[in-house]
């Protein structure tokens, strides 16, 4: 294979393992959603369940459809290569057919159920199955996230690379809400709704709550500035190694240094539009009652 052949396969490498960490992020933010309606199913049952069958649906035919098969090619590359993650690869295939099995029962049982079930004993069991599903699905993002972050892949070939992205299915379309509208309406209009404003954090939800559904959210920023910290890095390493000669080192640097300050302005404009959106609304909304009184 020609050098110029073997850079092409490294960088399909990279911008897949990118996109994994871009699917977490979508995933992030739907699973926010899921226990967000979860929490309002007894109270707005209609409402809630329309927003829950089409998160599942969604999360069948993306998730389940494309970035696991993705994971499940990558892994398998991996445990061939590197033994010592022979088990843990295999369990994490293993829990995505498990996941894509519960997920399909979700999505059906909430369809099947009436609006009287959902508000009684049998929606309150949906809400736990949920609940319980949530977690694993976050523990099993935390466990691939360490596999991706030990650089795992870098045991990997060009013919493996080549062999993981041939066939790789389309963007996550969560990153294009006019798809999201078009397939998912309910899950759509409610992810387009400003999560948390000035004062008008949602009354139906209790502090305590919405508190944790934000601190997810806050969880997920800075998880989406510390991947995009680590594909930085990387792509500067990259442009370094091909320096040959003062010139280009020079035009180096000054793309380095142009990167590095987008990237510090996105460090504290981010966090600070959480803080400005979510934090007050967060205060208004507990000192509401007092203010009342
Ligand atoms: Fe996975
Ligand atoms: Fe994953």
């Given at each position: 294979m020609s050098i110029q052949t073997s850079e092409k396969s490294s960088n399909r490498g990279q911008t897949f393992m990118r996109?994994?960490?871009?699917?977490?992020?979508?995933?992030?933010?739907?699973?926010?959603?899921?226990?967000?309606?979860?929490?309002?199913?007894?109270?707005?049952?209609?409402g809630a369940r329309a927003i829950l069958v089409d998160a599942f649906r969604y999360l069948l035919r993306y998730h389940h459809a494309f970035h696991h098969p993705r994971e499940d090619r990558l892994f398998a590359r991996i445990r061939a290569r590197d033994e010592a993650l022979d088990q843990t690869l295999q369990q994490l295939s293993h829990e995505h057919e498990t996941g894509e099995q519960e997920t399909r029962r979700l999505a059906e049982d909430l369809a099947r159920a009436s609006n009287k079930e959902l508000v009684g004993e049998c929606g309150a069991e949906l809400v736990d199955r949920i609940n319980d599903y949530l977690r694993h699905t976050r523990t099993h993002m935390r466990h691939e996230e360490t596999v991706f972050y030990s650089r795992a892949e870098q045991v990997l070939s060009d013919e493996d690379w080549l062999d993981i992205i041939a066939d790789d299915g389309p963007d996550d379309p969560i990153t294009d809400?006019?798809?999201?509208?078009?397939?998912?309406?309910?899950?759509?209009?409610?992810?387009?709704?400003?999560?948390?404003?000035?004062?008008l954090h949602r009354p139906e939800h209790s502090s305590s709550h919405e508190l944790r559904l934000q601190m997810l959210a806050l969880t997920d920023?800075?998880?989406?500035?510390?991947?995009?910290?680590?594909?930085?890095?990387?792509?500067?390493?990259?442009?370094?190694?091909?320096?040959?000669?003062?010139?280009?080192?020079?035009?180096?640097?000054g793309t380095i240094y142009a990167d590095n300050l987008r990237f510090a302005g996105q460090c504290v404009t981010r966090p600070s539009r959480w803080a400005i959106n979510t934090g007050a609304g967060l205060i208004v909304g507990w000192l509401k009652p007092y203010m009342k009184q």
């Open positions: 996109t994994l960490r871009q699917d977490h992020a979508g995933l992030s933010r739907i699973m926010r959603e899921i226990d967000t309606q979860a929490h309002r199913l007894a109270e707005d049952s209609e809400i006019r798809t999201m509208r078009a397939s998912y309406p309910a899950l759509a209009r409610s992810l387009d709704e400003p999560t948390s404003h000035l004062g920023l800075y998880g989406g500035l510390m991947h995009e910290a680590i594909d930085l890095t990387r792509t500067h390493f990259q442009r370094l190694k091909s320096v040959r000669d003062p010139v280009s080192l020079m035009r180096t640097a």
